[in-house]
């Protein structure tokens, strides 16, 4: 079971940017999929989540209305679409999965969440 994160790079502020996490030897279908960030010097905190089979969707305070998740099951794939971006947006983004997953507006829980992602890194910079 692999995550390859991918599409990360530079960008400018108030540019966009989407990051893809794409699973191979399983179908994402059942599971629910988060994104993680960490920036330098602090904690990786939750950005965002999908929950499995129903594709409800949640996002830390700080992204809503900027980023969107979505997942494309022909294409085994999670997408991660952020516009608007920040300086405060740098850090490496990291997916996660987990079978029959439910996210909730309080966030998703890495300790929940077994199969990772490399991730990608993500600067927002003039």
């Known amino acids: 079971l692999q995550l390859q994160a991918s599409g990360g790079g530079l960008v400018q502020p108030g540019g966009s940017l989407r990051v893809s996490c794409a699973a191979s030897?399983?179908?994402?279908?059942?599971?629910?999929i988060a994104w993680f960030r960490q920036a330098p010097g602090k904690e990786r905190e939750w950005v965002s989540c999908?929950?499995?089979?129903?594709?409800?969707?949640y996002y830390v305070d700080s992204v809503k209305g900027r980023f969107t998740i979505s997942r494309d099951n022909a294409k085994n794939t999670v997408f991660l679409q952020m516009n608007s971006l920040k300086p405060e947006d740098t850090a490496v983004y990291y997916c996660?999965?987990?079978?029959?997953?439910?996210?909730?507006?309080?966030?998703?829980?890495?300790?929940?969440?077994?199969?990772w992602g490399q991730g990608t890194q993500v600067t927002v910079s003039s």
């Open positions: 996660a999965a987990e079978p029959k997953y439910y996210c909730s507006e309080y966030g998703a829980y890495e300790g929940d969440l077994t199969s």
């Open positions: 999908i929950s499995s089979g129903i594709d409800r969707t």
């Open positions: 030897g399983f179908t994402l279908d059942y599971y629910g």
